[in-house]
């Protein structure tokens, strides 16, 4: 008789899987290593609570029947609480759960999403629209605000089809709930793929993709899922807003642009018409490295602005080469992919190469793919991009401050702004930690500027650690709004970056928001204080 396999369970706060959360070994040695090379001293394995503790009792108690599958159960209302932000990882190790929801929907199809919307106007009662709980900016904070009786997060995590496969013009329509392995699951079972792959692709959903703009596998080119929605549709308190299936339209301002982007405040994404495509035949690789960074970013624009649209494209300064394992030489490595499933892609890889020659790059040889057989680099990136997050949660649990932000300038500013954001963050490193470490990687490149992404580490103080970590936010997200940069480029604005969008734009932008939020969800019960500032209520 075979014995029941146990689920696979997610950590109650760290990234991921439970069972990749590393033992008290294996933390006491990764503080020392990270000491050593950090020079950091004093890192060591946090004492965590084993214990399962739960939330405060709901406030809220459903009626007999309401239509759709709802919760008030401790352990689901705990695993809804919030997202994996630093801030969300440092409460979490704590036992916090003072965020966590009176109730979990889980609506099945968009009759019943609407059942949701409709009884939470009617109580009085704050909705979360929540896909993979992977927000790193505080996007899916189930905090109640004040004015509302209550907070219920709706999963979206039943709705997860295959709806229709358009193979003639290539194109899928898809539930939001679908996970990135889900995705590529249903459509490789037809031999296409949607070659979606942000950071956070085990677990985040189409649904949160489009939310969130998020930014993918492509570096170039098809760079964000704004690149990949061809129409989509959002239930509204108001009803249902959908956008034409057509491959372009020039009928006025684009319905799919408020869907974009839209973050929970205005809708939920139930489905989506996504662009897809045979699985690559033709995958190649190749790296380069070069004596300074600077001489790397010469070259990356150089292949942005040749029209070759490299697959991959990520630049990384020498820390960030350390650390993913990439490259200890002290240079600066520039990871470069082709694919195509139509034709081999040779010709671009060696003009791309050849570009980075006339900065002074010292190119690997080029491996195809066909095999699995991949550039030696570009493999071990690969795998330490995947597993980033699960560091992350280990690193914040030996006492690192360490967190990331991103953003995208123009080419003629970004030289102003990384010896800013540098300074900036190194200067808040010293006074906030006494020390730490700043680096930097290009994710996606566009023939007018980079994307760049930094990383910051310091030594984290217990019990300070929340206001360390907004000091050293404060410091970034100065900078980058001095130079003209965006605040992100694709981890989403949540509430930990509304601030710093609303100075982004011009007051007429957040009036108009704010008036476009009236009118789709005139109660205020769509995720509260993302994108417009919360509305007034009275208790």
């Known amino acids: 008789m075979l014995a029941a ?319 993913h394992q990439v490259d200890g030489s002290g240079r600066a490595v520039l990871l470069l992919g082709f694919e195509s499933e139509d034709h081999d892609p040779s010709a671009g890889m060696a003009r791309a190469l050849e570009l980075c020659r006339a900065h002074g790059g010292e190119c690997s040889a080029v491996k195809r793919r066909e095999d699995d057989a991949s550039d030696a680099s570009s493999g071990r990136w690969r795998e330490a991009f995947l597993d980033a997050p699960y560091l992350q949660s280990a690193l914040v649990s030996v006492g690192l401050l360490v967190d990331t932000f991103e953003t995208c300038v123009t080419w003629d500013r970004f030289e102003a702004l990384h010896r800013d954001v540098e300074g900036s963050v190194n200067d808040a490193l010293a006074t906030v930690c006494g020390g730490g470490r700043v680096s930097c990687r290009f994710t996606h490149l566009y023939p007018d500027g980079p994307a760049p992404y930094y990383t910051f580490l310091g030594r984290a103080r217990p019990g300070d650690e929340l206001a360390q970590w907004e000091a050293l936010k404060r410091a970034a997200s100065e900078a980058l709004l001095r130079h003209g940069a965006t605040i992100t480029h694709h981890h989403a604005v949540g509430r930990t970056h509304r601030p710093y969008f609303a100075r982004q734009h011009p007051p007429l932008w957040t009036t108009t928001l704010e008036a476009v939020k009236r009118a789709l969800d005139p109660s205020g019960v769509l995720n509260p204080g993302v994108l417009v500032p919360a509305p007034r209520r009275g208790a």
């Open 5 to 323: 396999m146990t689920p696979r369970e997610r950590h109650p706060w760290s990234w991921g899987w439970a069972d990749r959360f590393p033992s008290d070994e294996a933390r006491a040695t990764l503080a020392d290593t990270v000491s050593a090379f950090l020079g950091i001293p004093g890192l060591a394995p946090l004492p965590l609570d084993t214990g399962s503790p739960s939330p405060a009792p709901s406030r809220v108690t459903p009626a007999a029947d309401v239509g759709f599958e709802v919760t008030d159960d401790p352990g689901v209302r705990a695993s809804h609480a919030r997202g994996r932000s630093y801030p969300d990882l440092v409460l979490g190790m704590r036992g916090d759960l003072s965020g966590a929801p009176d109730l979990v929907a889980f609506p099945r199809t968009e009759d019943e999403v609407s059942a949701v919307l409709r009884w939470c106007a009617a109580q009085n009662l704050a909705v979360i629209p929540f896909g993979g709980g992977t927000s790193v900016v505080g996007g899916v904070d189930a905090r109640c605000p004040d004015g509302y009786r209550g907070t219920v997060t709706l999963s979206l995590a039943r709705m997860d089809a295959l709806l229709a496969l358009d193979t003639v013009s290539r194109q899928a329509r898809l539930q939001a709930g679908c996970t990135g392995p889900r995705v590529e699951a249903l459509l490789g079972a037809h031999g296409m793929t949607l070659r979606h792959f942000p950071q956070s692709f085990e677990f985040s959903t189409l649904g949160g993709w489009i939310a969130t703009r998020a930014g993918g596998h492509f570096a170039t080119l098809y760079t964000h899922i704004d690149d990949l929605v061809c129409a989509a549709r959002m239930v509204t308190p108001e009803g249902v807003l959908e956008n034409l299936r057509t491959p372009g339209n020039g009928a006025g301002p684009a319905p799919e642009r408020l869907l974009l982007g839209s973050e929970g405040a205005l809708g939920v994404i139930t489905e989506a018409w996504v662009r897809v495509r045979p699985k690559p035949r033709w995958r190649l690789s190749a790296s380069a490295l070069f004596p300074t960074f600077e001489q790397g970013v010469g070259a990356c624009r150089q292949v942005a602005q040749a029209g070759l649209y490299p697959s991959n494209a990520r630049l990384l300064d020498a820390t960030e080469a350390l650390l």
